[in-house]
């Protein structure tokens, strides 16, 4: 679905959304829209056709196998009520800038934090598509450190990290979509391994002029690098767009966070930037819950950046 309409696809306001989806058969519905568009396939042996049977589960007509719309997504073996986290979405994508857990415990009436908490953290996972599209044209390249900005223990990055962040450069001081990843290292290959990754071939690069950066023109890429950052020219006049988010997204880390980010986790927290910054222009709030929504159903419940993260305080089991 390339449009998706306001009031047709996707309820418009927080009335619409308690009348769309009044119990679980109306958010399983939905769901099934949104993940077999095109009618049921097999999630097992990836056949086209089925039948619903009386449990709301889909029967393959190929293999045989009985599954359901919530199985092998973000939503597998949930045991709160579906429309329970379809307002949660819902007040998650509404809020311009954060959601704290704190702020969907209230709403939500959780008992504990560490539950909303929890909520949180699956949701950020579902927030960047995995086969997401590519960044193209000019994009700026480099790393920000994110952390020793904490307030103590009231919040911000507890260790020093570094950001590895692209982003495209429409002219001006217009930007458009980014990436943002957590560098397992500072100043090593990593940086154009992420480029690799996120940035399509022959778009122009401009990066610092790191030695090790210097591959990207053998890569595929155009690149352009500015030498001596440091001293006479810094880097927030050559590579303007990339500083202008790296001061942005702190800010946001600190002032969101309340409750100290360990590395481990801030991969989560940059998955959730990079999914509001990319939609910051976006009018209708309605549309992000539907996006976040479209995304929850194709996101495993084990995502590579679980693997990567493999330490949780809280384990996800609910
Ligand atoms: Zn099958």
């Not at 900005?149 to 009231?154: F, H, W």
């Not at 590895?164 to 391994?193: F, H, N, P, T, W």
């Amino acid at each position: 679905m390339a449009h998706p309409v306001g009031g047709v696809d996707y309820p418009r306001t927080f009335q619409e959304l308690l009348e769309w989806f009044p119990d679980d058969a109306a958010c399983l519905a939905y769901l099934e829209r949104l993940r077999w568009p095109d009618g049921f396939i097999c999630p097992v042996c990836r056949a086209a056709g089925g039948w619903r049977t009386v449990k709301a589960r889909w029967m393959c007509t190929s293999c045989g196998r009985q599954t359901s719309v919530t199985a092998g997504t973000i939503f597998h073996r949930i045991r709160t009520p579906l429309s329970t986290w379809f307002a949660a979405i819902w007040f998650i994508t509404s809020q311009k800038n954060e959601m704290s857990a704190q702020g969907l415990q209230r709403v939500l009436g959780f008992g504990s934090y560490e539950t909303a908490w929890a909520w949180m953290q699956k949701l950020r996972r579902a927030m960047v598509r995995p086969e997401r599209e590519l960044l193209s044209g000019v994009v700026e390249l480099d790393e920000v450190f994110v952390g020793n900005e904490s307030r103590g223990k009231a919040g911000g990055v507890k260790d020093n990290c570094a950001a590895m962040i692209a982003v495209e450069s429409l002219g001006g001081r217009k930007l458009g979509r980014v990436r943002i990843e957590v560098a397992q290292k500072a100043r090593s290959a990593d940086l154009v391994a992420f480029a690799d990754r996120v940035i399509a071939k022959e778009s122009l690069i401009k990066t610092d002029g790191a030695r090790h950066l210097r591959k990207l023109s053998t890569m595929g890429f155009e690149h352009q690098f500015f030498i001596g950052l440091d001293a006479a020219e810094p880097a927030h006049v050559s590579l303007p767009g990339v500083h202008m988010v790296g001061s942005l997204l702190k800010r946001w880390l600190t002032g969101t966070m309340h409750y100290a980010v360990t590395q481990e986790h801030l991969g989560y927290y940059l998955d959730e930037y990079t999914f509001r910054f990319n939609r910051r222009t976006s009018k209708s709030r309605g549309l992000l819950f539907y996006r976040l929504l479209q995304q929850a159903v194709e996101t495993d419940p084990h995502p590579l950046a679980e693997l990567r993260n493999p330490v949780a305080p809280f384990d996800v089991s609910f």
